[in-house]
Antibody, heavy 119, light 113 residues
Framework: QITLKESGPTLVKPTQTLTLTCTFS??????????VGWIRQPPGKALEWLAL???????RYSPSLKSRLTITKDTSKNQVVLTMTNMDPVDTATYYC???????????WGQGTLVTVSS | DIVMTQTPLSLSVTPGQPASISCKSS???????????LYWYLQKPGQPPQLLIY???NRFSGVPDRFSGSGSGTDFTLKISRVEAEDVGVYYC??????????FGGGTKVEIK
Protein backbone atom coordinates (compact mmCIF):
# COMPACT_ATOMS: atom_id res chain seq x y z
CA GLN A 1 0.00 0.00 0.00
CA ILE A 2 1.51 3.29 -1.15
CA THR A 3 1.11 6.25 1.16
CA LEU A 4 2.67 9.71 1.18
CA LYS A 5 2.51 12.46 3.75
CA GLU A 6 3.65 16.06 3.52
CA SER A 7 5.05 17.94 6.49
CA GLY A 8 6.42 21.38 7.10
CA PRO A 9 5.48 24.81 8.39
CA THR A 10 1.95 26.06 7.98
CA LEU A 11 3.01 29.70 8.06
CA VAL A 12 6.05 31.36 6.56
CA LYS A 13 6.96 35.00 6.22
CA PRO A 14 7.63 36.73 2.91
CA THR A 15 11.22 36.29 1.70
CA GLN A 16 11.72 33.21 3.88
CA THR A 17 12.64 29.78 2.55
CA LEU A 18 10.03 27.02 2.70
CA THR A 19 11.17 23.46 3.38
CA LEU A 20 8.67 20.66 2.91
CA THR A 21 9.21 16.98 3.51
CA CYS A 22 7.37 14.12 1.85
CA THR A 23 7.59 10.89 3.84
CA PHE A 24 6.37 7.85 1.99
CA SER A 25 5.90 4.11 2.38
CA UNK A 26 4.95 1.20 0.19
CA UNK A 27 7.59 1.85 -2.46
CA UNK A 28 11.30 2.57 -2.80
CA UNK A 29 12.85 5.53 -4.55
CA UNK A 30 15.67 3.27 -5.62
CA UNK A 31 13.35 1.21 -7.85
CA UNK A 32 13.76 1.86 -11.57
CA UNK A 33 11.06 4.10 -12.97
CA UNK A 34 9.88 5.51 -9.67
CA UNK A 35 9.69 9.21 -8.93
CA VAL A 36 8.16 11.62 -6.45
CA GLY A 37 6.71 14.93 -7.51
CA TRP A 38 5.45 18.09 -5.87
CA ILE A 39 2.30 19.87 -7.00
CA ARG A 40 0.62 22.87 -5.42
CA GLN A 41 -2.86 24.35 -5.48
CA PRO A 42 -3.67 27.92 -4.39
CA PRO A 43 -7.02 28.17 -2.61
CA GLY A 44 -9.83 27.75 -5.12
CA LYS A 45 -7.44 27.49 -8.06
CA ALA A 46 -6.00 24.87 -10.36
CA LEU A 47 -3.10 22.51 -9.86
CA GLU A 48 0.46 23.58 -10.64
CA TRP A 49 3.32 21.13 -10.99
CA LEU A 50 6.54 22.17 -9.25
CA ALA A 51 9.23 19.49 -9.34
CA LEU A 52 10.01 15.81 -9.81
CA UNK A 53 12.85 13.59 -8.66
CA UNK A 54 13.48 10.13 -10.04
CA UNK A 55 15.05 6.94 -8.75
CA UNK A 56 18.29 7.76 -10.59
CA UNK A 57 18.41 11.25 -9.01
CA UNK A 58 17.31 12.93 -12.24
CA UNK A 59 15.55 16.15 -11.24
CA ARG A 60 13.04 18.23 -13.17
CA TYR A 61 11.67 21.64 -12.27
CA SER A 62 8.91 23.89 -13.46
CA PRO A 63 10.67 26.40 -15.71
CA SER A 64 8.82 29.32 -14.14
CA LEU A 65 9.98 28.41 -10.63
CA LYS A 66 13.26 26.65 -11.32
CA SER A 67 15.44 29.36 -9.82
CA ARG A 68 13.63 29.05 -6.49
CA LEU A 69 13.24 25.28 -6.16
CA THR A 70 15.46 22.45 -4.99
CA ILE A 71 14.32 18.85 -4.70
CA THR A 72 16.34 16.13 -2.99
CA LYS A 73 15.79 12.59 -1.82
CA ASP A 74 16.93 10.46 1.07
CA THR A 75 16.29 6.91 -0.03
CA SER A 76 17.25 5.42 3.33
CA LYS A 77 14.64 7.55 5.11
CA ASN A 78 11.99 7.26 2.37
CA GLN A 79 11.80 11.02 2.15
CA VAL A 80 11.82 13.71 -0.51
CA VAL A 81 12.48 17.32 0.44
CA LEU A 82 11.42 20.39 -1.51
CA THR A 83 12.82 23.81 -0.74
CA MET A 84 11.40 27.01 -2.19
CA THR A 85 13.25 30.27 -1.61
CA ASN A 86 12.01 33.82 -1.40
CA MET A 87 8.44 32.98 -0.50
CA ASP A 88 5.70 35.46 -1.42
CA PRO A 89 2.01 35.68 -0.48
CA VAL A 90 1.13 34.37 -3.98
CA ASP A 91 2.84 31.11 -2.97
CA THR A 92 0.08 30.47 -0.45
CA ALA A 93 -1.25 27.07 -1.45
CA THR A 94 -1.81 23.47 -0.52
CA TYR A 95 1.35 21.58 -1.40
CA TYR A 96 1.03 17.94 -2.42
CA CYS A 97 3.61 15.25 -3.00
CA UNK A 98 2.75 12.35 -5.27
CA UNK A 99 4.18 9.03 -6.45
CA UNK A 100 5.18 8.81 -10.10
CA UNK A 101 5.84 5.67 -12.10
CA UNK A 102 6.44 5.44 -15.85
CA UNK A 103 3.04 5.72 -17.55
CA UNK A 104 1.19 6.44 -14.30
CA UNK A 105 2.23 9.95 -13.28
CA UNK A 106 0.98 11.01 -9.88
CA UNK A 107 -1.00 7.85 -9.26
CA UNK A 108 -0.87 8.23 -5.49
CA TRP A 109 -1.03 11.52 -3.61
CA GLY A 110 -0.53 12.74 -0.08
CA GLN A 111 -3.32 14.64 1.64
CA GLY A 112 -1.49 17.91 1.15
CA THR A 113 -0.31 20.59 3.51
CA LEU A 114 -1.57 24.18 3.46
CA VAL A 115 1.20 26.75 3.55
CA THR A 116 0.28 30.37 4.15
CA VAL A 117 2.73 33.14 3.35
CA SER A 118 2.06 36.20 5.46
CA SER A 119 3.92 38.65 7.60
CA ASP B 1 4.86 25.88 -22.40
CA ILE B 2 1.99 23.75 -23.57
CA VAL B 3 -1.33 25.31 -22.57
CA MET B 4 -4.16 22.97 -21.62
CA THR B 5 -7.65 24.41 -22.10
CA GLN B 6 -10.65 22.66 -20.59
CA THR B 7 -14.30 23.24 -21.38
CA PRO B 8 -16.77 23.74 -19.93
CA LEU B 9 -15.69 25.41 -16.70
CA SER B 10 -18.56 23.76 -14.91
CA LEU B 11 -21.21 21.14 -15.56
CA SER B 12 -24.42 20.31 -13.73
CA VAL B 13 -25.62 16.79 -14.45
CA THR B 14 -28.67 14.76 -13.50
CA PRO B 15 -27.71 11.42 -11.92
CA GLY B 16 -27.73 8.67 -14.52
CA GLN B 17 -27.13 11.07 -17.38
CA PRO B 18 -23.87 11.28 -19.37
CA ALA B 19 -21.28 13.99 -19.07
CA SER B 20 -18.43 15.05 -21.32
CA ILE B 21 -15.40 17.26 -20.70
CA SER B 22 -13.10 18.59 -23.39
CA CYS B 23 -9.38 19.26 -23.10
CA LYS B 24 -7.38 20.92 -25.84
CA SER B 25 -3.62 21.29 -25.85
CA SER B 26 -1.70 24.04 -27.62
CA UNK B 27 0.66 21.45 -29.12
CA UNK B 28 0.35 17.83 -30.08
CA UNK B 29 0.80 15.40 -27.21
CA UNK B 30 1.82 12.56 -29.51
CA UNK B 31 5.40 11.61 -28.80
CA UNK B 32 7.81 10.02 -31.25
CA UNK B 33 7.62 6.89 -29.10
CA UNK B 34 4.02 6.49 -30.24
CA UNK B 35 2.48 7.34 -26.89
CA UNK B 36 0.23 10.30 -26.20
CA UNK B 37 0.96 11.86 -22.84
CA LEU B 38 -2.48 12.99 -21.72
CA TYR B 39 -4.00 12.17 -18.33
CA TRP B 40 -7.20 12.86 -16.42
CA TYR B 41 -7.57 13.40 -12.69
CA LEU B 42 -10.56 13.91 -10.41
CA GLN B 43 -10.32 15.98 -7.26
CA LYS B 44 -13.27 15.25 -5.02
CA PRO B 45 -14.21 17.91 -2.46
CA GLY B 46 -11.64 18.14 0.32
CA GLN B 47 -9.44 15.44 -1.18
CA PRO B 48 -6.24 15.28 -3.20
CA PRO B 49 -6.57 14.53 -6.90
CA GLN B 50 -6.82 10.93 -8.05
CA LEU B 51 -5.65 9.49 -11.34
CA LEU B 52 -8.51 8.34 -13.55
CA ILE B 53 -7.10 7.91 -17.05
CA TYR B 54 -3.54 7.60 -18.34
CA UNK B 55 -2.26 7.94 -21.91
CA UNK B 56 -5.60 9.18 -23.23
CA UNK B 57 -7.80 6.14 -22.76
CA ASN B 58 -6.47 3.71 -20.16
CA ARG B 59 -8.40 3.52 -16.92
CA PHE B 60 -6.22 3.44 -13.81
CA SER B 61 -6.67 0.60 -11.33
CA GLY B 62 -10.05 0.65 -9.63
CA VAL B 63 -11.59 3.32 -11.86
CA PRO B 64 -15.17 2.41 -12.82
CA ASP B 65 -15.80 1.62 -16.47
CA ARG B 66 -18.34 4.44 -16.74
CA PHE B 67 -15.28 6.68 -17.18
CA SER B 68 -13.69 6.69 -20.61
CA GLY B 69 -11.11 8.82 -22.36
CA SER B 70 -10.59 9.46 -26.04
CA GLY B 71 -8.88 11.77 -28.46
CA SER B 72 -5.63 12.32 -30.25
CA GLY B 73 -3.09 15.00 -31.09
CA THR B 74 -4.45 18.10 -29.42
CA ASP B 75 -8.10 17.27 -28.73
CA PHE B 76 -9.20 15.01 -25.92
CA THR B 77 -12.43 14.09 -24.16
CA LEU B 78 -13.35 12.52 -20.85
CA LYS B 79 -16.78 10.94 -20.77
CA ILE B 80 -18.84 9.66 -17.89
CA SER B 81 -21.52 7.37 -19.27
CA ARG B 82 -23.87 7.65 -16.28
CA VAL B 83 -22.98 10.21 -13.64
CA GLU B 84 -23.25 9.15 -10.03
CA ALA B 85 -23.27 11.31 -6.91
CA GLU B 86 -19.71 10.21 -6.06
CA ASP B 87 -18.42 11.67 -9.34
CA VAL B 88 -18.77 15.28 -8.16
CA GLY B 89 -15.60 17.30 -8.01
CA VAL B 90 -13.15 19.04 -10.28
CA TYR B 91 -11.69 17.20 -13.26
CA TYR B 92 -8.25 18.11 -14.57
CA CYS B 93 -6.40 17.08 -17.68
CA UNK B 94 -2.61 17.06 -17.65
CA UNK B 95 0.15 16.71 -20.22
CA UNK B 96 3.64 15.37 -19.61
CA UNK B 97 5.10 15.23 -23.11
CA UNK B 98 7.09 18.35 -22.57
CA UNK B 99 8.90 17.70 -19.29
CA UNK B 100 10.03 19.80 -17.57
CA UNK B 101 7.00 21.78 -18.63
CA UNK B 102 4.31 19.53 -17.21
CA UNK B 103 0.99 21.37 -17.19
CA PHE B 104 -2.55 20.92 -15.95
CA GLY B 105 -5.74 22.29 -17.41
CA GLY B 106 -7.77 24.83 -15.50
CA GLY B 107 -10.28 22.27 -14.28
CA THR B 108 -13.95 21.47 -14.89
CA LYS B 109 -16.28 21.39 -11.92
CA VAL B 110 -18.95 18.70 -12.07
CA GLU B 111 -21.94 18.91 -9.78
CA ILE B 112 -25.18 17.03 -9.45
CA LYS B 113 -28.52 18.64 -10.30
Amino acid sequence: QITLKESGPTLVKPTQTLTLTCTFSGFSLSTSGVGVGWIRQPPGKALEWLALIYWDDDKRYSPSLKSRLTITKDTSKNQVVLTMTNMDPVDTATYYCAHDFWSHPFDYWGQGTLVTVSS
Amino acid sequence: DIVMTQTPLSLSVTPGQPASISCKSSQSLLHSDGKTYLYWYLQKPGQPPQLLIYEVSNRFSGVPDRFSGSGSGTDFTLKISRVEAEDVGVYYCMQSIQLPSLTFGGGTKVEIK
